[in-house]
């Protein structure tokens, strides 16, 4: 029945083993590379989440009874002078604020300082909504400040919502 049929040489099927291997071998390898690298960037996105909820914290100071948190009413734009203090385990890159309106507007920039804080760190930083607001008493509803910390290596900051101050109007006072 198979008189006449020759077979492939044993250093041909020698070597299509080998080609068929390293195939084989070069698919699995790169398959669990790609998984590696999402897993591993994926790891660093979620430290830095972390690192925002376990080793990030800022306070307003009390001085008098009073937080030290204030709006200033002569250059009526809406701009808040707060004293904070980190008291968190890692530097504070820079300060998102926001500013939402009673009129359902949102506002936001980075802080004028962008210096950061350092640990266990007091700093005074002015911030300014970028819209304009005529009358801070009347046109806002609330004021949020926002910590910015370094991102994981090769990505942008992470801003740690997690921790940000937030207050109403009628929460900070007028500065003097």
Request: glycine share 6%.
């Amino acid at each position: 029945m198979f008189k006449g049929k020759r077979a492939v040489s044993p250093i041909i099927a020698a070597v299509l083993l080998v080609v068929i291997t390293i195939a084989i071998g070069a698919t699995t390898m790169a398959f669990i590379r790609s998984l590696t690298d999402t897993n591993l960037e994926t790891a660093q996105e979620k430290a830095t989440r972390i690192a925002c909820g376990a080793d990030l914290d800022i306070d307003i100071p009390v001085i008098q009874n009073s937080y030290k948190i204030c709006y200033n009413d002569s250059a009526s734009q809406g701009e808040v002078v707060a004293l904070l203090h980190n008291v968190g385990t890692v530097n504070i890159k820079d300060f998102q604020f926001t500013v939402i309106l009673k009129n359902g507007s949102i506002y936001q920039n980075s802080s004028v300082d962008n210096t950061g804080l350092a640990k266990n760190a007091y700093k005074e930083f002015t911030f300014y909504p970028a819209g304009t607001v005529t009358d801070p008493t009347n046109d806002v509803d609330q004021y949020i400040i926002e910590p910015v910390i370094q991102g994981a290596p090769g990505k942008g900051d992470t801003i740690c919502s997690d921790v940000a101050i937030t207050r109403d109007i009628s929460e900070i006072d007028t500065c003097t």
